[in-house]
């Protein structure tokens, strides 16, 4: 079964840093393109970054480049999110996400190609002004 974990969320003053991890278990880790998302209150999920398997490259959405950073560690089978500088506008319920199919590209705003095999339960991020 494959299962996605999120961890890491929390309140924090705007300007601060969180990280955040995605704990995979229950496929091969090192095949799938992984992703994460944010869902601002009464709003869509959208993607903000992607790590790519088929080429390791990262991506991320206009709103979070410069600031978040993408990571993997197939040892541990984590995919982490550094996010600094944070704003306000960040707030929101995070989500990682699997690939459907094996060794796909990141679109270069930082959503994933294809779509969506597996969500985990999310993790709240609360910036305080």
């Known amino acids: 079964e494959v299962q996605l974990v999120e961890s890491g969320g929390g309140l924090v003053q705007a300007g601060g840093s969180l990280r955040l991890s995605c704990a995979a278990s229950?496929?091969?880790?090192?095949?799938?393109?992984i992703g994460w998302f944010r869902q601002h209150p009464g709003k869509e999920r959208e993607g903000i970054s992607c790590?790519?398997?088929?080429?390791?490259?990262?991506r991320y959405a206009d709103s979070v480049k410069g600031r978040f950073t993408i990571s993997s560690d197939d040892a541990k089978k984590t995919v982490y999110l550094q996010m600094n500088n944070l704003k306000p506008e960040d707030t929101g319920v995070y989500y990682c996400?699997?690939?459907?199919?094996?060794?796909?590209?990141?679109?270069?705003?930082?959503?994933?190609?294809?779509?969506?095999?597996?969500w985990g339960q999310g993790t709240q991020v609360t910036v305080a002004s």
């Open positions: 996400a699997k690939e459907l199919d094996q060794y796909l590209p990141c679109l270069p705003d930082g959503r994933l190609a294809a779509d969506v095999d597996s």
């Open positions: 790590i790519s398997k088929l080429d390791g490259s990262a």
């Open positions: 229950g496929f091969t880790f090192g095949e799938y393109t």
